[in-house]
Nanobody, 119 residues
Framework: QVQLVESGGGLVQAGGSRRLSCAAS????????MGWFRQAPGKEREFVAA????????AYGDFVKGRFTISSDNAKNTVYLQMNSLKPEDTGVYYC????????????WGQGTQVTVSS
């Protein structure tokens, strides 16, 4: 079992930055890679970024274009998503997930954290 708890969401102005955190726990969380997904109102959930716990492998969604950075802190069992140059279209619920980065399949999800970017 894996438990994931996101934090850091909120309201931010366009052009601003926000850092999301995902604390992982459970017996098997270290056997997974970690990912971030998001879902905007009326849209399907989409892939944002993923990372291995070693930090050696990262992957990003096409829309990120260098604006977001995923990182991990193994000592804290926490994964971060640093989001810069935020746009109103980045608004949505951001979910942390335990994934297999090779297939991008997610086995466990957090409850999500809302990010709202105002114009």
């Amino acid at each position: 079992q894996v438990q994931l708890v996101e934090s850091g969401g909120g309201l931010v102005q366009a052009g601003g930055s926000r850092r999301l955190s995902c604390a992982a726990s459970g017996r098997t969380f270290s056997s997974y890679d970690m990912g971030w997904f998001r879902q905007a109102p009326g849209k399907e959930r989409e892939f944002v970024a993923a990372i291995t716990w070693s930090g050696g492998v990262t992957a990003y969604g096409d829309f990120v274009k260098g604006r977001f950075t995923i990182s991990s802190d193994n000592a804290k069992n926490t994964v971060y998503l640093q989001m810069n140059s935020l746009k109103p279209e980045d608004t949505g619920v951001y979910y942390c997930a335990a994934v297999r980065i090779a297939t991008m399949s997610a086995d466990y999800w957090g409850q999500g954290t809302q990010v709202t970017v105002s114009s």
